[in-house]
């Protein structure tokens, strides 16, 4: 994921990206149209994100993009497949089952996309480090800086890929409840776009002006509370036998995730079944609580992110480009829910946006 330190060049990078990127799914027209929201929000996200990850090349390559979004799905079809079969069978008949034979070419051709774009950075990045030209900065890069000097192989493609798989089904779900939220809740855009207008300097997007949106962070904190992507979090497999304080084993093989219920419950949260999109800004209010109650920051009960030193290391560039979508779509866009279904499908221990929602929206027409 991107670095917090370097999260900060990128503000005006990702807000043209945004803008562009929502100006191809969503259009321009101030007429009504209907969109199917999370298939867009995937399409949006992606080209933000690759804006970062692999500079301004690839992210309006359309085969990258697609193949991006594809090999994302694949993957977790993938999973799904081989789980059907014994753990020592996997190796075997992987390479009989369809969805594995595609995340194979699709690496395959991600590989072919990429490669020339990686060599071309790392001739910029020799002649930056010459004095004959600024330093490239985005992902490219700084996997280039890792692995250099290391006895560890690198590859552009698979990191790219895995990158874009923990970043852009995770953004989009989140984005999309926000969009569902404030539709049931239309009077909370107003306050947002009145702190947009009055953390922004000169009309430009800067990193401290992200960090000085506390209402919209608190929104973003209540959506991820009340519906993560998931129930149990941090799966882990033991490696040897484990004996609790309590006299609990956990046994060698065995499975174990983080309880997230620490998240719904009203010992920390009143009424932890409601959506209240200030929840946060208050906790903030109150001494000792600045910190903990900010969208990254990871706690026992606020588990979005995981937790320890396995916490999402891109949760400062997810806070940062979420913060980007949102006030993009607030300030250029209104919109309304079409369907009624619910805002998310649970399936088994997974919280899935459903697929089928859709918004009506039309671009907000500018005063002269």
């Not at 075997?92 to 969805?99: G, I, N």
Request: proline share 5%.
């Amino acid at each position: 994921m991107a670095r917090s330190h370097s999260v900060r060049k990128f503000t005006k990078n990702l807000a043209e990206e945004t803008q562009e990127a929502f100006d191809e799914r969503w259009g321009t027209s101030t007429e009504w149209h209907e969109i199917d929201l999370l298939a867009s929000l995937r399409d949006i996200v992606t080209q933000v994100s690759t804006r970062v990850f692999l500079g301004p090349e690839l992210c309006n390559n359309k085969e990258w993009l697609n193949n991006t979004q594809a090999y994302t799905d694949n993957v977790f079809k993938a999973v799904r497949s081989i789980r059907r079969f014994s753990a020592w069978f996997r190796p075997y008949v992987q390479w009989f089952l369809k969805d594995c034979s595609k995340i194979r070419q699709q690496v395959k051709r991600a590989e072919e996309i990429i490669e020339p774009v990686i060599a071309k950075r790392i001739e910029e990045i020799a002649l930056a480090q010459k004095g004959l030209a600024e330093m490239p900065n985005d992902a490219i890069t700084w996997m280039h800086e890792v692995a250099t000097g290391k006895d560890k192989e690198y590859h552009g493609a698979h990191i790219q890929l895995s990158m874009s798989m923990a970043s852009v089904h995770t953004t989009s779900d989140l984005f999309s409840n926000i969009l569902l939220q404030l539709c049931r809740h239309p009077e909370w855009i107003e306050p947002l776009l009145q702190e947009e207008q009055s953390v922004r300097t000169d009309g430009a997007w800067e990193k401290t002006s992200l960090y000085r949106m506390k209402f919209a962070d608190s929104i973003i904190k209540e959506t991820q509370r009340i519906k993560p992507l998931g129930v149990p979090l941090s799966h882990r497999h033991v490696s040897d036998d484990v004996i609790l304080p309590d006299g609990t084993l956990i046994p060698k093989g065995a499975i174990v995730a983080t309880n997230m219920s620490r998240m719904w419950d009203p010992e920390f949260y009143p009424n932890p079944e409601e959506w209240q999109p200030d929840r946060y800004l208050k906790l903030r209010e109150e001494l000792g609580k600045e910190h903990s109650s900010q969208f990254v920051t990871t706690t026992m009960e606020s588990l979005g992110f995981s937790i320890g030193s396995h916490a999402c290391p891109g949760k400062f560039f997810a806070s940062s480009k979420t913060k980007l979508l949102l006030n993009h779509v607030l300030e250029n866009y209104e919109f309304e829910r079409v369907d009624t279904g619910k805002n998310a499908t649970p399936l088994f221990v997974e919280y899935i946006t459903n697929p089928k929602a859709q918004l009506r929206v039309r671009r907000k027409t500018i005063s002269p």
